[in-house]
């Protein structure tokens, strides 16, 4: 058997889809101008780095770990896409740079969560901290600029370059999906985070999965900050700030539980554009644009909120 | 009653004093002005807000919960004090007072979810985080200040007792040594720590788990609270974005103290002791005349040193057989 077991509560990620799809569907009653071209291909650029971020969050949530420090990891990678660009790097040179910048961080998490075996809590607030104040020390708040014509939108022009990144994004989250439920490597990532234990005991080693869940993660920041990058004309320094947060709201309001184990990467997905929806719906909806974080913490609130009482209706019927 | 890891807790405070007179050493030669009893003041009187949010942190961890709510919590509170106090024209005492239930009520939220709901505290927190600070945003529609407090209110966070101690200095004290009080000397703090160790254990002892668990979490609220309105008097001013990353400095002064992030094991002294660590760090990087942004770093790689330092530490007694004296000094085995 390769695929992992039916899910047991396909009902928890449904649930987020429903709620999308109505959401998307009154947006469009009462914003169609939501749905133009000209407003939806930007919105949807903008959601596939997160996106990715939030693929990795996926993985690292359910082996049971957490990472905070992927928004300053993005904000290295990004600088080092836009230096090495500036540089006149060619594109799989500016590309290498990022995915091994996030490559080297993210192992630098694994190593001390995994072979240190320090809370991975604590371990990435500190290189949250650390990394964020040591961009801001050798910048100085200067952008990276001057980037050559052929960074934005990879040189292919808006409208190309927007296919291109969207495509990427999808692209690549489809087949971790599909991976996800088939390769018997991500199997192992649900038994380390229902039970470590259990799973060392059946012959898998914890250490090195947990180690590989940061590196991936890592990989995949860099791939997202350089598909943020190609986004603009010039790299900021103080970007990605709070992309933890954002992340791990869309993993959980995506049905993936906290204490590790259990998910599907199709309920991140829905997750991730339910949230990301919600600042153009109040724009759109001529709403104060200063409600969003209010209401973003009370969709977290609530998806974690229905999470427990299931739990705890679910509990009384086994008594 | 003496905690039952008195040896394990004792040898980490040293390495902490041991560090923080390092820090003092070197830092009364690089920096300006640093070995002066004005500046001792002033280190204490820019680190009682995050300092309160670290002290009431301390339980919170110490029951295996985290409370990542709490700078958004102070932000609110600020934003409800100068509300109330402006717009509603209540007298500012009264406005405090209001902006101390409001912090207690915050954390009655956070504490209703995780203990009646059963749910994990990181991702609770991790929504009233947005949730709080959400709210004071909206309610500021993201641009309001209040300012002009009057001169009587600002005397708590600006004036000075006896001519050399900043007014908030004494009520830190009290709060610490209340906290000190009911973390190491009463039956609810001893719970705290049978509750991080297994919360299962302690609801099989017939402890109040549920109720004890939400009480910490309006002690931290209220902390909060406290913290806010004396942010407001230091400050002379509330804006929404009030307290931002606090929470996080909170949580480091706490883990440098000592307290695993697992819960059963930390102290209120300890937690003292981060926090000198962290203020004295911070003061002294500014008077050495380094940008601020060392600050963060040394932060972030003290941390992961003593973690990771304690960690091999640990690792390389394990090696050694170890003698039945030190076996009973030991944590129990299966714990996390």
């Known amino acids: 058997m390769k695929s992992l077991p039916p899910n047991p509560w396909p009902w928890r990620e449904g649930s987020v889809v429903v709620i999308l799809l109505l959401s998307l569907g009154w947006l469009g009653l009462a914003a169609p101008s939501f749905f133009k071209p000209a407003a939806l291909w930007p919105w949807l650029t903008s959601v596939a780095p997160v996106l990715l971020i939030a693929t990795g969050m996926f993985f690292v949530i359910v082996g049971r770990q957490i990472d905070i420090s992927v928004g300053s990891q993005f904000a290295w990678c990004s600088v080092l896409a836009g230096e090495a660009a500036s540089a006149g790097w060619p594109w799989p040179g500016i590309l290498a740079s990022a995915l091994l910048a996030g490559l080297a961080l993210g192992a630098l998490n694994g190593l001390l969560v995994a072979g240190f075996k320090l809370p991975s809590i604590v371990v990435t607030l500190a290189t949250m901290v650390t990394l964020r104040e040591s961009l801001r020390a050798w910048r100085e708040g200067e952008f990276v600029r001057d980037l050559p014509d052929s960074f934005q939108w990879f040189g292919l022009g808006q409208s190309l370059g927007q296919c291109w990144v969207i495509a990427a994004a999808l692209l690549l989250w489809m087949i971790l999906w599909i991976a996800s439920v088939r390769l018997s490597v991500f199997r192992w990532v649900y038994a380390v985070g229902s039970n470590a234990e259990a799973a060392r005991l059946a012959g898998l080693r914890p250490a090195r999965i947990t180690f590989g869940l940061f590196a991936f993660m890592g990989l995949l920041t860099g791939l997202a900050a350089t598909l943020n990058a190609v986004r603009f004309t010039d790299v900021d320094p103080k970007t990605g700030a709070g992309l933890e947060l954002q992340a791990i709201a869309a993993v959980v309001v995506g049905g993936v539980s906290i204490s590790g184990g259990r998910g599907r990467l199709w309920g991140v997905l829905a997750g991730v554009l339910l949230l990301a929806c919600l600042p153009s719906a109040l724009v759109f909806l001529k709403w104060p644009p200063h409600w969003e974080k209010a209401i973003q913490g009370l969709i977290i609130l609530t998806a974690v909120a229905a999470e427990g009482v299931h739990r705890a209706r679910s509990r009384g019927r086994e008594d | ?336």
């Not at chain 2, 009893?37 to 961890?61: D, H, Q, W, Y």
């Not at chain 2, 708590?156 to 209340?178: E, H, R, S």
Request: charged share 15%; with cysteine.
């Open chain 2, 1 to 336: 009653m003496r905690t039952p890891l008195s040896g394990e807790t004792g040898r980490h405070e040293l390495v902490l004093m041991a560090f923080l007179a390092a820090e003092l050493l070197l830092f009364s030669f690089t920096g300006r002005r640093f070995a002066t009893a004005e500046n001792g003041f002033e280190i204490l009187r820019v680190s009682v807000e995050f300092g309160l949010l670290a002290l009431v942190m301390t339980p919170v961890i110490l029951t295996g919960g985290i409370d990542l709510s709490a700078g958004s919590l102070l932000g609110l509170c600020a934003i409800v004090l100068g509300k109330l106090w402006r717009d509603a024209g209540l007298d500012p005492g009264w406005a405090s007072a209001l902006a101390l239930a409001a912090g207690a009520a915050g954390g009655l939220l956070n504490g209703v979810l995780i203990a009646r709901l059963k749910l994990p505290p990181l991702i609770v927190t991790l929504g009233s985080f947005s949730l709080f600070r959400g709210l004071a945003e909206a309610i500021t529609q993201g641009v309001d200040n209040f300012t002009g407090f009057p001169d009587s209110f600002l005397l708590l966070g600006q004036g000075y007792i006896l001519g050399a101690i900043p007014a908030q200095v004494p009520i830190f004290l009290a709060v610490a040594a209340g906290l000190w009080l009911l973390v190491h000397r009463t039956p609810f703090g001893r719970s705290l720590r049978a509750l991080g160790y297994s919360p299962e254990g302690a609801r099989f002892a017939g402890l109040p788990v549920g109720r004890n668990l939400i009480l910490v979490y309006v002690l931290s609220g209220a902390g909060a609270g406290l913290a806010a309105i004396i942010y407001v008097a230091h400050l002379g001013q509330a804006k929404a974005d009030a307290g931002t990353g606090y929470e996080l400095l909170a949580i480091t002064a706490v883990v440098l103290g000592g307290a695993s992030i697992f819960g059963g094991k930390g102290s209120v002294h300890g937690t003292l002791l981060g926090l000198a660590a962290l203020a004295v760090l911070k003061n002294g990087i500014a008077l050495s005349d380094r940008p601020s942004e060392w600050v963060g770093m040394a932060t972030g790689a003290l941390l992961l040193a003593v973690l990771s330092g304690e960690a091999m530490l640990k690792k390389m007694s394990a090696r050694v057989p170890r003698s039945p004296t030190r076996d009973s000094t030991s944590m129990p085995s299966g714990s996390p």
